[in-house]
């Protein structure tokens, strides 16, 4: 393996290329503990002492720093170490690590997300947010399942009629403005048939 070239990333640390792809980030102090040297070989043994030692119990301290602050899916945590750097295997070895200390749970994250979210947003809206934090579907669809009941429904209902009076709703208003309202009620996740309930259209 050789290293094709060694660039500064910031003022401390340094990316690192092994055969023209991008290996690894590292501080300027270990690059010299190390010997590293732009056109000159790594050996096998520094490669896996660099990627296991250093990077692999660097990445688990910093996923578990990550997740003393806030919670994150698997996915957010996983492209959150992506963007320090990491190689693949510290990042997969980081993520079993604080998954197997129950650190990191995207069942418990979606369920507390639509505990805290259910009062506010419509159900197709959470489940929406929940897809874009990465969380699998037949997690979600679970995890919803769990949560909502019938009586959600009503819920959802106030919070429409909510939207409705900050949008100066009225009954006797024009079917052209009452579109325009629908369009945005729909665009927040609610249902066709609670928004024509709500606006006394059914």
């Known amino acids: 393996m050789i290293i094709t070239s060694i660039k500064e990333y910031d003022k401390k640390r ?41 990077l692999g ?5 910093r996923a578990m720093n990550l997740l003393q602050k806030r919670d994150y899916t698997e996915y957010k945590l996983r492209e959150k170490l992506g963007d ?22 995207d069942r418990r994250y979606a369920s507390d997300y639509a505990r805290y979210y259910k009062e506010s947003r419509s159900r197709k809206r959470i489940e929406q947010d929940l897809i874009q934090k990465g969380i699998n579907r037949d997690l979600i669809a679970e995890v919803m399942e769990e949560e909502y009941d019938t009586e959600d429904e009503d819920i959802e209902l106030e919070q ?10 009225s009954p ?24 024509y309930k709500a606006m006394d259209m059914d």
Do not use: N, W
């Open 84 to 105: 320090g750097g990491y190689p693949d295997s510290c990042i997969e070895d980081a993520i079993d690590y604080v998954k197997s200390y129950k650190y990191l749970d």
């Open 160 to 169: 429409i009629r909510h939207l409705l009076i900050k949008k100066h709703y």
């Open 57 to 61: 119990k660097r990445a688990i301290l």
């Open 172 to 195: 006797s208003m024009d079917y052209k403005d009452k579109q325009k309202i629908m369009a945005f009620l729909y665009r927040k996740g609610y249902s066709t048939e609670l928004i």
């Open 14 to 54: 340094s990316q690192i290329y092994i055969d023209g792809e991008k290996a690894f980030l590292l501080y300027k102090g270990e690059i010299r503990k190390y010997k590293l040297e732009q056109d000159k070989e790594i050996d096998q043994i520094t490669y896996d002492v660099i990627v296991r030692e250093v």
